[in-house]
């Protein structure tokens, strides 16, 4: 189970690191996202990461970290279904919106937690 936190945490760190040098795919991906009900797959892969995460903290060496991270992502996978596409699409635009130096700093919380969970196995 470490290899998992570890996978989810290198995944995290190289899509930060992309994301941040170049946001405009940030842009990109929101609007492929905002397509349809593409927007439930994503709540469907938050709930399945956070899940794994809370499944394997047995087996880290600092147990809070993934602990914390995979409850954050289960809580946004629910909230993701539970208020719709429509209020999801709303909040994606806001995102879009956003100049380039703000828009950076969420592929660099990423990149960050992606650390901190390979940190803690």
């Known amino acids: 189970m470490p290899y998992i936190v570890k996978a989810i945490g290198i995944f995290l760190i190289v ?8 946001p405009q795919n940030v842009r990109k991906f929101i609007e492929f996202a905002k397509v349809g009900k ?3 797959i994503g709540g469907a ?6 899940a794994l995460l ?3 903290i047995p087996s880290v060496t600092f147990p809070w970290l993934p602990g914390l991270v995979g409850l954050v992502a289960l ?3 629910v ?5 719709g596409p429509e209020k999801d ?3 994606m ?4 919106a956003l100049p380039d130096s703000k828009l950076r700093m969420i592929p660099l919380l990423a990149g960050v937690v992606g650390v901190l969970l390979v940190y803690s196995v």
């Open 15 to 22: 899509v930060g690191v992309m994301n941040f040098l170049i």
């Open 54 to 56: 809370l499944i394997s």
């Open 38 to 40: 593409r927007v439930y």
């Open 75 to 77: 809580a946004g996978g």
């Open 93 to 96: 635009d806001k995102i879009a």
């Open 79 to 83: 909230l993701l279904i539970v208020m």
């Open 45 to 50: 892969v938050r709930i399945a990461v956070g």
């Open 89 to 91: 699409h709303a909040f």
